[in-house]
Structure formats: C-alpha cells, structure tokens
C-alpha cells in the first residue's frame, strides 16, 4: 500500500514515515505543494496524509486543487484546528478523515487502515449527518468532538437510519433490518430509539432523531423535495472514501495591538503541535518496541530537541498571553531589549536547537513598547515553530536617518545539506497580522524573497524628537 504524506515540517514526516513503514506501507514524503502535484501526477497513491498548515500553502485549498484535478484518491487530513467548524469544512471540500494533533501513532495506522477498507467495501463508508458522523469500519460515533458509545443493536439501528438520513423509517423496516423479526407488537424499536435520543440527542440544542408520526422516525431535517430534491440523498449526508513615549501611551498601543496578536497565539499554538506530536509518536513507538531496537544517539538527540522546542514555544505562548510590561521611559537600550527577550527563549539556547548572535552597539535606544517585544517574541517564535533542526540566529541593529534598523538573520547551524525557508515562507498567512503590528509601533517591515532575513525600520528617538518640533530629518 502506498501513502503519499505532505507535510513541510521535515522532521515530523521523517517520523511518521518511517512509523508507517513499520506498518508495511510504502511511503513517499512531499514538502510543498509542487512535489504532491508532480507526485499525484508521477504515480497512483492509495492515500493521501496532507497537514493543513502546509508552509505557505493552504491545506483546504491544495485539497480542493487535488479534488477539482479530478484525483479521487483517499485523503486523511492531519491538523492542530479542533474547532467542528475547521472539521465540516475539511470534509465538505473532499477529506475522508480528519486527526487532530497531537495524535496517537496508534489512532493514526487505524484510521489509515479504516480508510483503505472502505476503499475496498464502500458499504464501510463513513456516515455524517449535521455533526454526528458515524464509522463503520472504525465502529464508532461521535457527535462535534464527543464520541459516543453505543450497544451492537444501537449502533446497528443508528447506521440503518444515518443510511436513510432526512427520510421516514418504519417501526416495521427498523425492527425487520435490526432485530430480523416483523412482529407487529414489539415495542423494541421505540425503546431503542429513546436509547439513542439519551446518548445522540441529550447534550445537543439541535435534535436529529426526529418521530414522524403514524410511520416511524427520521434522523435529521426532512430531505428536500420536487426540482431541489432529485437525489435520494440529501446534502447534509455525505458517504466519503505611532509609538508611544510613556507608560500609559504603549499600554494603548499593545491593548490596539491584541487583535493581531491573538491571531498569531492561535498560529503558534498550532506551530507547537508539530514538535509534541513527533514526540508522542516516538515515546508510543519506542514502548511498543518494548526496548527491543535500540536507539541511535542522533534520534534520541533530535526528540530531546523537540520536546525543547515544544517548551519554548509554550513559554512563548505565555509571555504574550500575559499583560504586557510597560516601562516608564519611552526608550530602552538594545542590550535590555535582547537580553529580556531571549530570556523567553533559553530551554532551546541551552539545548542547541537555537544559537543566537548579537551585533550592533549594545547601548543604541529603542522602543521601550511591550508591543516590540511581543512582536520579536513571535519573529522567534515563528522561527521555531516552522523549523525542526537547529538554528542560527543573528540579531543586529544600527541607526540611520533616526530610524533604528533592526535586522533578523538566520541558517541552520553546521548543516549546509538543507535550504534553509525566506521570511515569507516562515511567516506564510501570518504576514498580514506581522504588518499591522508594525504599522502600529509606527515602522515598516521589509522581506526579501528567497532570503533567509527580515528587517523593522521602526522611529528612533532622533527622529521622534523632530516630529515632536515638526520638523523630520
């Protein structure tokens, strides 16, 4: 069987791809989105295991290229998103499955080998209904992100309804597909189906089992009629295989900033699963191996990082989540700006996975503006989050015209083999929020593509300074 898994994040898909192997599958690995196009096109796959947060691609958008280019192959899709919303919206645009991370090893081969059974027995499709989605092949249900445990006969019944979802079932046809009985007496059917409202219904403002009376009973809105309803199935069932110079005016300028900010928490956020997955993968692989293989140093060394990187990314997430500091005095010195961030960062300094070189005169002033700092905070952070491998980083600065030119360098740190990613694929969707955080502190962010830097133009206090006599330099 072979698997083709797209996934930017080298590290994490070395992993699972040597998981999977173990598995007996063929595995074929793709970090962008060219290489699963030239792929797909090069061979036929069984399956596809496509991350959403691919790089600068968007998941549902190359999955919805897949689908439109008339590729039918099965697609499981792997994602740090758990709202039910990102879910539906996955699986309305084509996706057969959908895992959140971080995720079991164990859950993932399952639902894999759930996948490629239903591709061989259509009657194990998956059956959804509004958010209640129902696994043949797995034997299980879940309603949003509740699963619920059902009996053989309730299972049985509920599938025999979700097949017949938005029409009326008959006490008769319930008990004869179910029970295999036709006695006429029975009030088997209606006791099972209070069962079900119990464990489907009973949490949720929107009911599904619906009674209809003198025929039966219906799960979920009736299925449309005349020109709109031709099909026998309806929609809703769908079978898949300004700077500020004091204390009070940078509290305004970060409370401005928050909307901006929280967008880039979430991404982050979804930036720390990949290392937490890698490591739970590996600790579950290494507990059913049962200490049989030994380990190489190098990979014991690389899940030592990962889980460091995990760390610093949490710590990341908390120092912005946290009111900011304000200082009493517009400016700091350089020094103090560096050395209060990388105090965010020094679970991967002391690890290796990230080295840090300062340049430029330590006392040039800066923005004292906690804004600044959160926004190198998540520079940092991004940097992290998109890289597995150990990295370089040089932090410099210089003044010009009363602007203060910070810079972001960075490479991967005595490993020449890899290409290390330009700014814009390490900060890909979140450039939009990156420049309205700028624009508020006041300054100019400048990317060059296919370089691996980034530079803030931000005022200075020359140039702050002349503002205030009305002047500019």
Same mark, same amino acid.
């Given at each position: 069987?072979?698997?083709?898994?797209?996934?930017?994040?080298?590290?994490?898909?070395?992993?699972?791809?040597?998981?999977?192997?173990?598995?007996?599958?063929?595995?074929?690995?793709?970090? #962008?989105?060219?290489?699963?196009?030239?792929?797909?096109?090069?061979?036929?796959?069984?399956?596809?295991?496509?991350?959403?947060?691919?790089?600068?691609?968007?998941?549902?958008?190359?999955?919805?290229?897949?689908?439109?280019?008339?590729?039918?192959?099965?697609?499981?899709?792997?994602?740090?998103?758990?709202?039910?919303?990102?879910?539906?919206?996955?699986?309305?645009?084509?996706?057969?499955?959908?895992?959140?991370?971080?995720?079991?090893?164990?859950?993932?081969?399952?639902?894999?080998?759930?996948?490629?059974?239903?591709?061989?027995?259509?009657?194990?499709?998956?059956?959804?209904?509004?958010?209640?989605?129902? #696994?043949?092949?797995?034997?299980?249900?879940?309603?949003?992100?509740?699963?619920?445990?059902?009996?053989?006969?309730?299972?049985?019944?509920?599938?025999?309804?979700?097949?017949?979802?938005?029409?009326?079932?008959?006490?008769?046809?319930?008990?004869?597909?179910?029970?295999?009985?036709?006695?006429?007496?029975?009030?088997?059917?209606?006791?099972?189906?209070?069962?079900?409202?119990?464990?489907?219904?009973?949490?949720?403002?929107?009911?599904?089992?619906?009674?209809? !009376?003198?025929?039966?009973?219906?799960?979920?809105?009736?299925?449309?009629?005349?020109?709109?309803?031709?099909?026998?199935?309806?929609?809703?069932?769908?079978?898949?295989?300004?700077?500020?110079?004091?204390? @009070?005016?940078?509290?305004?300028?970060?409370?401005?900033?928050?909307?901006?900010?929280?967008?880039?928490?979430?991404?982050?956020?979804?930036?720390?699963?990949?290392?937490?997955?890698?490591?739970?993968?590996?600790?579950?692989?290494?507990?059913?191996?049962?200490?049989?293989?030994?380990?190489?140093?190098?990979?014991?060394?690389?899940?030592?990082?990962?889980?460091?990187?995990?760390?610093?990314?949490?710590?990341?997430?908390?120092?912005?989540?946290?009111?900011?500091?304000?200082?009493?005095?517009?400016?700091?010195?350089?020094?103090?700006?560096?050395?209060?961030? $990388?105090?965010?960062?020094?679970?991967?300094?002391?690890?290796?996975?990230?080295?840090?070189?300062?340049?430029?005169?330590?006392?040039?002033?800066?923005?004292?503006?906690?804004? @600044?700092?959160?926004?190198?905070?998540?520079?940092?952070?991004?940097?992290?989050? !998109?890289?597995?491998?150990?990295?370089?980083?040089?932090?410099?600065?210089?003044?010009?015209?009363? @602007?203060?030119?910070?810079?972001?360098?960075?490479?991967?740190?005595?490993?020449?083999?890899?290409?290390?990613?330009?700014?814009?694929?390490?900060?890909?969707?979140? @450039?939009?929020?990156?420049?309205?955080?700028?624009?508020?502190?006041?300054?100019? $962010?400048?990317?060059?593509?296919?370089?691996?830097?980034?530079?803030?133009?931000?005022?200075?206090?020359?140039?702050?300074?002349?503002?205030?006599?009305?002047?500019?330099?």
């Amino acid at each position: 069987m072979s698997i083709l898994l797209a996934d930017d994040d080298a590290e994490l898909a070395t992993f699972l791809c040597k998981s999977l192997e173990t598995e007996g599958y063929s595995v074929h690995t793709a970090l #962008d989105e060219s290489t699963v196009l030239a792929e797909l096109e090069r061979q036929n796959y069984e399956l596809i295991i496509l991350d959403l947060n691919f790089g600068q691609t968007d998941g549902l958008r190359l999955l919805e290229k897949i689908r439109g280019g008339g590729v039918d192959t099965p697609v499981m899709i792997l994602s740090a998103r758990n709202r039910v919303s990102d879910r539906i919206e996955s699986l309305n645009l084509g996706a057969d499955d959908y895992v959140t991370k971080p995720f079991s090893f164990q859950e993932l081969a399952a639902r894999a080998n759930a996948i490629l059974r239903r591709k061989s027995d259509p009657s194990l499709s998956v059956l959804r209904v509004e958010d209640l989605e129902l #696994d043949p092949a797995l034997r299980k249900v879940h309603r949003g992100k509740r699963e619920i445990k059902l009996s053989p006969k309730e299972f049985s019944l509920l599938q025999l309804l979700m097949h017949h979802a938005g029409e009326p079932v008959s006490r008769q046809t319930l008990l004869q597909e179910t029970w295999g009985t036709q006695e006429t007496d029975s009030n088997l059917v209606d006791v099972y189906v209070n069962y079900l409202r119990k464990k489907v219904d009973s949490f949720s403002a929107v009911k599904l089992i619906q009674t209809v !009376r003198g025929t039966g009973y219906r799960l979920g809105r009736p299925a449309p009629t005349g020109s709109g309803g031709a099909e026998r199935t309806p929609q809703s069932v769908r079978r898949t295989s300004g700077h500020g110079k004091n204390a @009070l005016e940078n509290a305004e300028l970060a409370s401005v900033a928050q909307p901006a900010l929280r967008a880039l928490i979430h991404s982050l956020a979804h930036d720390m699963t990949q290392p937490l997955t890698s490591v739970r993968c590996y600790l579950e692989m290494l507990v059913l191996q049962n200490g049989a293989i030994a380990q190489p140093p190098s990979e014991l060394k690389s899940v030592e990082q990962q889980a460091d990187r995990a760390i610093a990314l949490a710590k990341a997430i908390s120092a912005l989540a946290r009111d900011p500091e304000s200082h009493a005095e517009p400016w700091i010195s350089l020094e103090q700006l560096f050395t209060s961030l $990388l105090n965010d960062f020094e679970v991967v300094i002391n690890s290796g996975l990230l080295t840090v070189e300062r340049r430029g005169d330590p006392s040039l002033q800066v923005s004292s503006s906690p804004t @600044l700092r959160q926004l190198l905070v998540l520079l940092v952070s991004k940097l992290l989050g !998109r890289n597995p491998r150990p990295l370089t980083l040089i932090l410099a600065a210089e003044t010009k015209h009363g @602007l203060c030119n910070l810079e972001l360098r960075w490479r991967f740190t005595g490993d020449p083999r890899y290409q290390v990613p330009d700014a814009g694929a390490i900060l890909a969707r979140d @450039l939009k929020h990156v420049h309205e955080i700028v624009y508020l502190l006041g300054g100019e $962010l400048g990317l060059t593509e296919g370089e691996p830097r980034l530079t803030l133009k931000l005022p200075g206090p020359a140039l702050t300074a002349a503002r205030g006599a009305g002047t500019v330099q």
